[in-house]
């Protein structure tokens, strides 16, 4: 089972932060970051970054479609 | 270019009082960008004073701060902080991190707005009811972060007076002698490690008991020490920051008659105001928390080396022509932001969702006087930590 991730590049604030601490999921552009890949294998530090990302920016589902984070 | 041919200028460049950058910072980012710099003490450092290569070392996972403990790091007092969050690299970083920062989600923090509203607006009405003028910073600026952030840790109201005390103390490269600098990080560990272990007991409602109960479900708690350290961190860092960064607003407002009536005409530009003056205000008299370099980078020009500590130079970052075009004008109305006021990358400001919204909450209420103004020249403080006004005499009518 994987995952699908993104970021909203119109939301993010650019605080570098997803990929200052796992530049191997993020990638950073002047003002804005990226995922690397849209899937990623489950990883529970990425659920923490997406819920911490200043900007509520990350948005990360199952593969049935459903949010796993943010979590409010 | 290498270490060895550069000459090596003495830091900090700019002087404690107001709010200037020295123009020795101009000069290197049309220069080299890359300059060697000596503080009062450690080794020699590269400053990083242009935009890109000051977010460049900021974000970048080869630059470790960790590596700072095992070496003389470049400094501005002679004694040096015990670590915490600021100390670390990811993982462990980001674990602990993480865990915290689920205090200080934009989320939880807005539901902070309304009491940080109160607060602001009834040390406003304390103020007109004794009349005008005032200092700004003994009645308003001090006391709003300090109630914050006791607030939110859970300090009872009557132990208030000693948090400031202690939060000088730890500040103040002035006073303290080394042993009254351990003594009085001592007394205040002591004081957090006691407020710890009462919410343990009784949780209630605050910031701590949410620290406490973070992943209560997993193996991965904060540790007793983790947990007073980040509360002492929380208090040093967001305490001091915020308390100057209001005066020094309120001062580049109130010398921009311009700008200031903007702002009273359309309330609503008050949150771009703040980011403007997050990026304009070079908060600090030096850059700190030098990034050691694990391997060899090349960091625009140069070569850093491994093992050579680099420092970003935020405030000249922030007035970087090249990112931020006419970058010594206020202007609200900026398409670029992405400053570097809070930092940026995986240490980027915990408490800048929190901050944002006492200094926008500030304003406001500050800005319900009629016609404010400065009833004086502000008396600027004289360390070499954060720039501001130690006094800032303001004047309204009633
Ligand atoms: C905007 C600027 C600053 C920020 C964001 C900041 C942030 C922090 C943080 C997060 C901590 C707690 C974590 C730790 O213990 O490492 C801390 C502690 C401390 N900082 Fe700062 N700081 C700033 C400026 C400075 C400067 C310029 C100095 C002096 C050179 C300084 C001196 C200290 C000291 C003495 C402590 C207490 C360390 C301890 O006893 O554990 N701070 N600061
Ligand atoms: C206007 C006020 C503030 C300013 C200008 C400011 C600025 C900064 C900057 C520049 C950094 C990055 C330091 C570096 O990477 O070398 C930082 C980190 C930090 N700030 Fe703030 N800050 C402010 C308010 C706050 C508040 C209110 C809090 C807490 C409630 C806070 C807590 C922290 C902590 C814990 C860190 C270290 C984060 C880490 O290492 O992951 N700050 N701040
Ligand atoms: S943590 Fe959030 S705001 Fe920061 S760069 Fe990543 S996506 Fe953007």
Redesign the pocket.
Same mark, same amino acid.
């Given at each position: 089972m994987t995952w699908s991730i993104s970021v909203d590049t119109t939301t993010c604030l650019g605080s570098g932060i997803c990929a200052g601490s796992r530049p191997d999921i993020f990638q950073f552009h002047g003002s804005y970051a990226e995922p690397i890949t849209d899937h990623l294998e489950p990883d529970e530090d990425v659920l923490d970054l997406a819920d911490t990302c200043p900007a509520a920016a990350i948005l990360i589902r199952d593969e049935s479609g459903a949010e796993l984070a943010p979590r409010p | 270019m290498t270490a060895a041919d550069e000459r090596v200028q003495d830091y900090p460049f700019n002087r404690p009082e107001g709010l200037d950058l020295a123009p020795a910072y101009g000069a290197a980012r049309t220069g080299p960008g890359m300059i060697r710099v000596q503080l009062p003490f450690g080794e020699p450092a590269w400053l990083a004073t242009r935009y890109e290569d000051a977010r460049f070392v900021l974000g970048d996972r080869r630059f470790s701060r960790a590596l700072a403990a095992e070496r003389d790091e470049p =400094? *501005?007092?002679f004694? =040096? /902080?015990? +670590?915490?969050? &600021?100390?670390m690299d990811p993982p462990d970083h980001t674990r602990l991190r993480v865990l915290v920062a689920s205090a200080f989600t934009v989320r939880r923090v807005e539901r902070l707005r309304p009491r940080v509203r109160e607060i602001a607006d009834g040390l406003v009405a304390d103020m007109y009811a004794s009349g005008s003028p005032a200092d700004l910073v003994e009645a308003f600026a001090l006391p709003l972060p300090v109630q914050v952030i006791c607030e939110l840790l859970g300090v009872p109201a009557a132990d208030r007076h000693l948090f400031r005390e202690w939060s000088d103390g &730890? @500040?103040s #490269?002035a006073a303290l002698t080394a042993e009254e600098?351990t003594r009085n990080?001592q007394e205040l560990s002591a004081y957090m490690a006691g407020l710890v272990a009462q919410r343990r007991e009784a949780p209630a409602d605050d910031l701590m008991s949410a620290l406490i109960a973070a992943r209560a479900d997993d193996v991965e708690r904060l540790t007793e020490q983790e947990l007073v350290? @980040?509360c %002492?961190? %929380?208090l *040093?860092?967001g305490h001091? #920051?915020t308390a100057t960064q209001i005066p020094n607003f309120v001062h580049v407002l109130l010398t921009r008659p311009d700008r200031l009536a903007e702002l009273q005409a359309d309330p609503d530009l008050i949150p771009a105001a703040v980011e403007e003056l997050m990026r304009f205000v070079p @908060? +600090?008299? #030096?850059s700190?928390?030098a990034r050691y370099a694990t391997e060899d980078v090349q960091v625009g020009s140069v070569l850093v080396r491994a093992g050579e500590p680099v420092l970003a130079a935020?405030g000249s970052a922030n007035h970087d022509e090249t990112r931020f075009p006419d970058a010594e004008e206020v202007r609200f109305d900026r398409e670029t932001t992405a400053h570097l006021g809070f /930092?940026h990358g995986a240490h980027h400001? @915990?408490g800048a969702a929190l901050a944002r919204v006492e200094l926008q909450e500030a304003i406001r209420a500050l800005l319900t006087l009629s016609n404010l103004a400065e009833a004086g020249d502000p008396v600027w403080k004289t360390q070499? &930590? %954060?720039r501001g006004p130690r006094t800032l005499p303001i004047a309204w009518e009633a």
């Open positions: - | =400094r *501005v007092q004694h =040096r /902080g015990s +670590g915490g969050i &600021l100390a &730890l @500040l #490269t600098f990080d350290e @980040l %002492v961190g %929380v *040093v860092a001091e #920051t @908060l +600090g008299a #030096t700190a928390f935020i /930092g400001c @915990l070499m &930590l %954060v």
